[in-house]
């Protein structure tokens, strides 16, 4: 399996608080420390403790790209991991220093250690010497104030390699007021991502989503439309 369970003391996957709810006391703590604090206090309430089923079941069925992938606000490290592999380096970012510590704690005995790397920069600014064949977002686009969604699209685009492949887990789709996480729609993305160059290649449910969450799964491809039933299965 492509995934190495660990126990890291944060919510086991099942249990995670709706988004609904944390929306009215993640803000807070946001203001006052970033996230750092929240890492450093232990409020992350978006970390399942393991790997992204969905991220374990494309690894599994061999269904990413091989060669860079990046995984941005990776926090405690667990899809980098998932996704690391001989064919697939994986560069995971983060910009809490405490958040890449536990990462290092967790992983930095695994196996795999010379296939992934943890990096502290901001997704925003960063621009590594080389380009990315695969980025997987979950959490920075509905982390991110919705006036920045342009600059994160505009991000993704630069650090994406021209046949290179974005795969995002759209959440929370809810109708909730305020955030961080800000509520999600298919548009949002589309408003963003088209205008640089990207066009989606599948839109659709996600089968392996985890106990509270409803979402969605896009993958799109830079100037190239292919059409696929299921972000999944190629």
């Not at 232990?42 to 091989?66: E, F, K, M, N, Y």
């Not at 536990?102 to 992983?107: D, G, M």
């Not at 992934?116 to 997704?123: A, P, Q």
């Not at 800000?182 to 066009?199: I, M, N, Q, R």
Request: aromatic share 10%; charged share 25%; hydrophobic share 40%.
């Amino acid at each position: 399996m492509a995934e190495e369970q660990q126990k890291t003391g944060q919510s086991n996957g099942e249990n995670i608080i709706p988004p609904e709810e944390v929306a009215k006391f993640l803000p807070e703590t946001v203001e006052e420390g970033g996230w750092e604090k929240c890492w450093e206090d232990g409020i992350t309430p978006w970390d399942q403790g393991r790997a992204t089923p969905l991220v374990v079941h494309l690894v599994d069925s061999s269904s990413l790209p091989l060669g860079r992938a990046l995984v941005p606000g990776c926090g405690g490290g667990h899809d980098v991991v998932a996704m690391a592999s001989p064919e697939r380096f994986v560069v995971g970012l983060d910009i809490s220093e405490s958040a890449l510590a536990k990462a290092a704690e967790t992983y930095g005995s695994s196996p795999k250690a010379k296939y992934f790397t943890f990096v502290k920069e901001d997704f925003f600014t960063w621009r590594p010497n080389e380009l990315f064949d695969l980025i997987f977002d979950y959490v920075v686009f509905c982390a991110i104030e919705p006036e920045m969604r342009p600059a994160w699209a505009k991000s993704m685009y630069e650090l994406l390699k021209p046949d290179g492949e974005l795969i995002t887990l759209m959440y929370p789709i809810t109708d909730h007021d305020g955030g961080p996480p800000y509520k999600v729609a298919v548009s949002t993305y589309e408003d963003v991502l088209v205008p640089v160059g990207f066009k989606a290649v599948s839109i659709e449910e996600n089968p392996y989503s985890i106990a509270t969450r409803q979402r969605e799964a896009w993958e799109v491809e830079e100037d190239h439309l292919i059409q696929e039933i299921s972000l999944t299965l190629r």
